[in-house]
């Protein structure tokens, strides 16, 4: 019995998204004929546009962690602005609706803070890393996008002793995000 490989799922799915303005359509499969049983599926979702891209079972696996990979990058970028703005001056968010309104970048992911976490981000990040590893190529973007995040969950804990001091007794802290 011959039965095709299949994978399905959404890049970029966020949050609250209708499941029609979901980010990209990724399929993945063994054979043409599985590509065409799930474009004849999903045809109804795809009527308005045609958003639905196939490819090799490792290029949707390189697409889902690169995409994730790329938004944790927007995040650690710009928590590392906002950290230098800190440090001359600037108001880190006039700088974020500075670079946010240059459509090549836009507002998603430019949002200053605790960096990263959820489900997705740190584990694709992770994965990326490794699968560079195994085969041979040293990620120092990728990496280093790891070691801003990391850093970052410390940055907002010495904002906080610097504010109220060594001893926080007594303090009760919420953090968004």
Known sequence: MNIPIIGSGYVGLVSGTCFSE????????DSEV?????????????RTHDRFITMDIRSAEMTKYAANAMLATKISFMNEIANICEKVGADANKVRIGIGSDKRIGYSFIYPGAGYGGSCFPKDVKALTKIAKEHGY?????TAVEEVNDAQKLVIAQKIVKRFGEDLTGHTFGVWG
Not at 22 to 29: E, I, Q, R, S, Y
Not at 138 to 142: A, C, D, F, W, Y
């Open 22 to 29: 979901m980010g990209n359509k990724v399929t993945c499969a």
């Open 34 to 46: 599985a590509f065409e049983l799930m474009k004849q599926l999903y045809s109804p979702f795809l």
């Open 138 to 142: 040293e990620s120092k973007l990728i």
